[in-house]
């Protein structure tokens, strides 16, 4: 009919409008930002606001690393991130599996006993945390920062619960051939659950390199810092270059941003079918 | 910290040419987290071996026993000796009879200021009474427009308050720092002054990060006065354009009755008990003290030498905006030597907040002001009622 | 001839627990231990002189907790949590279900484009962000006012007003979280049978009865979970406050978390400070099991 017609027309056009309006308003601070950064000193602070630089210049990055040494801080970040993600892949997993497949005694009582685990906040545990680093003579050390990011219950989780779809059938053949259990995990198991190690590896990474809290409490010099812990303490001292403070943003931003691009379809596919399953 | 922490290494690098065998790392830490930085260096065993600490804090690293009594490297260095500093800033790292620090630059507040800005509302020179002073700052307010103030004192410091009160007479906590002071006479008297200006309009009510850009607004005339430390005759030489570079100069502080007192601020250097490299933290503590390398550094930050040799050399003596400083020097009071005072100064902000923004009375915010200090200093009270501290 | 069919118990036991091992050695000593040594020290009065010497330490019951119970500043900064999790919460999840619906009409292409937009914001570093939004709030040269001033509205001091700065960051924690809970909503939305909209559609029902009696039903348990998952996140307020407000002004933004830093790590009272990191862990356990409570009633 036409008017029906018509009227899924005025809705489309509706809905269109909707979603651009929305992307818009998702995507102008992070546009904002990339402007400002490129902006001469001093324009992000004019009245009206400038959206675009007059004159383009890279000079604040060039501070950023010469001056500001934030260079070194986005190796913090980048060795943090990555020694985490993968260790923590390979323990989550074991753990996961196990919890999933292989029948022992005590099994679903320590289960029970790490979900509530999931209820206590983390930063209870900090204060004593950061004491018994500090009697551990890991504070201001990566690995003060590292180590208590090595397991999480939320990882072992997931990889329980997809672990759990892999036919047992497959499992006990592989013992009846004699198979050791690491090497079942190693050459069965670890290709099954492909799709949610990509998917628990990538939100890993970018939780360790998003974590501010706990790096700032454990580190307490610039060399050691990561880059979320650099860009506050900079901020704390440049509030007036905000120029400059657009640039260290960007760079903070930037990796994880394209960590997400290129891999979004594993983490946005995790994220979706995790949430059905549970 | 601060500006300091980026031009020291090219002093660093003399140093090291004089002592080959030396090799200095410099961490910098921006003023506002630098107390937390350090204190958790402390308690995390990874202090440095040097460290800059603002002069109030020296009684509170003191106090956790972090800090090497220098009293004996003092007496046999030629490079570091005691009477060629300013007594009232040397003695505010005097802490139980023993020193725990050396003053490396002294630190004081004086007025930043429009000259032109002051000339056009009649004053050809910055008033020395809180009563002058007012009226010229409504002189100025007179003749300016909306979101335009002649003072800028942000309301998340602690120094503007602390000062008047110090002008006042007031001693900020009694009983050998057991107890608040501040709903005592001589502070409220401060205290409803500093209120005042706000209330008057001659002051926004703004914290320290609303301000985007301090220098701008000074250069525009937003702002006409501002109470500040010697960095900022650096910062205001080099930000400001040259245009500007004659209409702003500095002054001593108005008083209660005639010129007031300010802070003897500061910055020392304190050599960490848990340094494995004591001798040679001593030789740069030493170098950095050295009359000609306290100018050096002069020159690259604006930072005000401790030593009062260094005050004869030419670059200082001629400069017009240090004389504000070198006057005020002669007046300055240190604020209590508790280890707690970072803490009691925050909650003088805190609380002055309140005040300014209208949400509680005078009488109120001070009447709780001191309850909040009275709780803090708890611990003091039984550590010194155990003897395990000595008074002061 | 004998096969094993199975692995033996106590075979299959060993094997376990050397995959456990690491995942739960490293969580009992690295989580679990510091949250009971958190209740001990919660009830000493620990502090900077501890530190410096342990004997300066003194065993003070439930004096902590009496204290933050009695402080003003404990339950402004319980409050200004309060405000931020349950005016923050519905409004990201409005805005998360509002962005799903519109993503999941049958009328509307390029949906993964849109989607991957839509999530950007959330996988952003938050201390990046914040600094940014602060600059976007700035009361002068900031968008926002910008924006507000060609809709010929006044300026608002977003940082500087005790009235705006919480809001100012809700609505910031609202554009970043949002698009999570979108992925969730769309997983939901796309698991309800296209045939309960088509019966409903030739019953009559218009879009918005649709929604209500066939969409929002179903979403109930996604509903639930996604509360669930994003009070507790929000009653962890911390760097927002942290970066753009240091808690001010007036203390208006001071969350407990912060409130938990700041005497923790600032002043270094830890006893204190494990208190108030206790009473917050009660705090989101009651709030957790009312909101499955709530669950089961609906049920």
């Known amino acids: 009919m036409e008017s029906a017609r018509r009227r899924q027309q005025l809705t489309r056009i509706l809905l269109y409008a909707l979603l651009i309006i929305g992307a818009i308003l998702a995507l102008l601070p992070m546009l904002w930002m990339l402007s400002a950064s490129l902006m001469p000193t001093g324009e992000a602070s004019t009245f009206p606001p400038r959206f675009f630089p007059s004159a383009p210049t890279l000079e604040h990055y060039r501070d950023l690393f010469t001056r500001l040494d934030l260079g070194r801080n986005l190796l913090n970040s980048i060795f943090v991130s990555f020694v985490v993600t993968f260790v923590s892949l390979f323990i989550n997993s074991l753990a996961g599996y196990a919890f999933a497949k292989l029948r022992f005694r005590g099994r679903d009582r320590v289960f029970r006993f790490l979900s509530m685990g999931l209820v206590l906040p983390v930063q209870v545990a900090m204060l004593p945390l950061f004491l018994l680093l500090k009697n551990m003579g890991l504070i201001n050390t990566y690995w003060g920062v590292i180590i208590p990011g090595l397991s999480s219950i939320f990882g072992i989780f997931l990889v329980r619960q997809y672990a759990l779809s892999i036919p047992d059938e497959m499992l006990d053949a592989a013992r009846v051939d004699g198979a050791s259990e690491l090497r079942i995990f190693w050459s069965i198991v670890v290709p099954g659950i492909m799709p949610i190690l990509a998917t628990l590896s990538i939100w890993t990474f970018l939780a360790t390199w998003n974590d501010f809290m706990w790096p700032l409490i454990v580190l307490s010099d610039a060399s050691h810092y990561t880059l979320p812990v650099a860009l506050a303490n900079l901020s704390g001292e440049h509030v007036q270059d905000t120029e400059l403070m657009m640039a260290g943003s960007v760079l903070t931003v930037i990796p994880v941003m394209l960590v997400f691009l290129f891999l979004q379809r594993y983490y946005i596919q995790g994220v979706m079918a995790g949430s059905v399953k549970g | 910290m601060g500006r300091e922490g980026e031009v020291v290494s090219d002093l660093i690098r003399d140093f090291e040419k004089l002592h080959p065998g030396i090799h200095v790392q410099v961490q910098q830490i921006p003023w506002s987290a630098a107390h937390e930085k350090l204190l958790t260096a402390y308690v995390g065993d990874a202090t440095p071996d040097i460290a800059m600490l603002g002069n109030t804090w020296v009684p509170e690293f003191t106090a956790i026993d972090a800090l090497e009594p220098l009293d004996a490297l003092v007496a046999s260095s030629k490079d570091a000796p005691r009477n060629d500093y300013f007594d009232g800033i040397w003695n505010t790292n005097v802490v139980d009879g023993k020193t725990f620090g050396i003053p490396w630059y002294v630190d004081t507040r004086v007025i930043f200021y429009r000259k032109d800005i002051l000339a056009a509302a009649g004053y050809n020179q910055m008033p020395t009474t809180w009563a002058d002073w007012r009226a010229s700052m409504q002189k100025i307010k007179s003749r300016m427009g909306a979101r335009q103030y002649p003072l800028l004192i942000p309301i998340t410091e602690w120094p503007p308050p602390v000062i008047f009160g110090l002008q006042a007479g007031s001693p900020l906590l009694k009983d050998d720092g057991q107890y608040g002071a501040f709903s005592e006479a001589p502070f409220k008297k401060a205290f409803d002054f500093y209120v005042s200006l706000f209330n008057d309009k001659l002051a926004p009510a703004l914290s320290g990060s609303e301000i985007s850009n301090l220098y701008q607004e000074f250069e525009r005339g937003n702002i006409a006065m501002y109470i500040s430390g010697p960095w900022q005759i650096g910062e205001f030489t080099n930000r400001l354009p040259k245009a500007m570079q004659d209409k702003w100069a500095t002054a001593p502080l108005p008083g209660v009755d005639g010129p007031g007192a300010s802070l003897a601020g500061g910055a020392s250097l304190s050599l960490f008990k848990a340094s494995p490299h004591k001798h040679e933290a001593w030789l740069l503590m030493e170098y950095l003290s050295r009359p000609d390398v306290q100018i050096k550094f002069y020159g690259l930050t604006g930072d005000l030498p401790a030593r009062r040799s260094a005050w004869q050399d030419s670059s200082l003596a001629n400069n017009v905006h240090a004389r504000a400083f070198r006057d005020q020097l002669d007046r300055v009071v240190p604020t209590p030597q508790v280890p707690e005072w970072e803490e009691i100064a925050t909650k003088v902000y805190e609380h002055g907040e309140q005040a300014v923004r209208g949400k509680k009375t005078i009488d109120q915010t001070l009447a709780e002001l001191d309850r909040d200090v009275n709780a803090l200093l708890e611990k003091r009270r039984y550590m010194m009622s155990q003897k395990k501290l000595a008074a002061r | ?299």
């Open chain 3, 1 to 299: 001839m004998k096969t094993k069919a199975v692995r033996m118990p106590a075979e299959a036991n060993t094997a376990a627990w050397f995959f456990l091992a690491p995942a739960l050695l490293l969580i009992t000593v690295f989580f679990f231990v510091p949250v009971v040594a958190s209740l001990i020290l919660s009830v000493t009065d620990f502090d900077i002189y501890g530190i410096a010497n342990p004997s300066n330490t003194r065993f003070v019951g439930l004096r902590n907790y009496q204290k933050l119970l009695s402080t003003p500043d404990f339950w402004n900064a319980l409050k200004n949590t309060f405000y931020f999790a349950f005016v923050g919460g519905p409004l990201t999840i409005a805005v998360s279900l509002g962005a799903a619906l519109l993503l999941n009409s049958k009328l509307v292409r390029f949906k993964g484009f849109f989607r991957t937009i839509y999530f950007t914001p959330f996988v952003t570093t938050l201390v990046a962000v914040a600094i940014v939004w602060r600059y976007l709030y700035h009361t002068r040269y900031g968008l926002f006012n910008y924006g507000l001033g060609k809709l010929g509205i006044a300026p608002i001091d977003w940082l500087g007003d005790p009235h705006w700065a919480m809001p100012a960051i809700i609505l910031m924690a609202v554009w970043k979280s949002f698009g999570y809970n979108m992925l969730i909503f769309i997983a939901g939305l796309q698991a309800i049978p296209e045939e309960l909209y088509d019966a409903a559609e030739i019953d009559g029902a218009g879009p918005f009865r649709r929604f209500f009696s066939i969409a929002l039903p179903m979403l109930a348990p996604t509903l639930v979970f996604i509360s669930v998952i994003t009070m507790i996140g929000y009653f962890q307020l911390f760097a927002e406050p942290y970066v753009m407000t240091q808690g001010g002004p007036l203390r208006s933004t001071t969350s407990v978390v912060l409130l938990m830093y700041e005497e923790g790590f600032r002043w270094w009272r830890m006893g204190y400070a494990a208190a108030v990191a206790f009473v917050l862990f009660i705090v989101i356990l009651i709030a957790t099991l009312l909101q499955f409570r709530l669950q089961k009633e609906r049920a």
